[in-house]
């Protein structure tokens, strides 16, 4: 199954408290727990182009699977790391956090990260 492909944030749990244990601020907690991001994915063989828009924000990373690649995290912040896949599962620990982004089916991908106890997760669908 292909992760290429749209898709609009369609829920999210524990985003505020996430989002303040990596560090953002307030405001923009507030700001963006509202917002239904959209997440484009092209993948080409063992590469990846992930472009995530959550309002006027826009976080774009490319990685080669097994390799490792400079990745910007959620606070802007870069970082290497090294993003593995089992069948319809991407992972990558990245500056303490653990991210799972799975294909449940063929439209919908669940994004779970954890935070040492703190589990922020997301689920989208394929626009």
Do not use: C, H, W
């Not at 959550?54 to 690649?69: M, Q």
């Not at 990260?113 to 703190?118: A, Y």
């Amino acid at each position: 199954m292909s992760f290429s492909g749209k898709y609009q944030l369609e829920s999210q749990e524990n985003f505020e408290s996430f989002m303040k244990a990596i560090g953002l601020p307030d405001e923009l907690i507030q700001k963006g727990k509202d917002i239904k991001s959209i997440s484009e994915i092209e993948e080409d063989g063992d590469n990846f182009k992930v472009t995530v828009t959550t309002g006027s924000k826009v976080l774009v990373n490319t990685f080669k699977i097994g390799e490792e690649a400079e990745l910007e995290t959620l606070t802007g912040e870069k970082a290497k790391a090294v993003v593995q896949r089992d069948g319809n599962k991407l992972t990558v620990s990245l500056k303490g956090i653990e991210s799972l982004t799975e294909l449940v089916d063929g439209n919908t991908i669940v994004n779970t990260m954890t935070l040492g106890s703190i589990v922020y997760k997301r689920t989208s669908k394929r626009m």
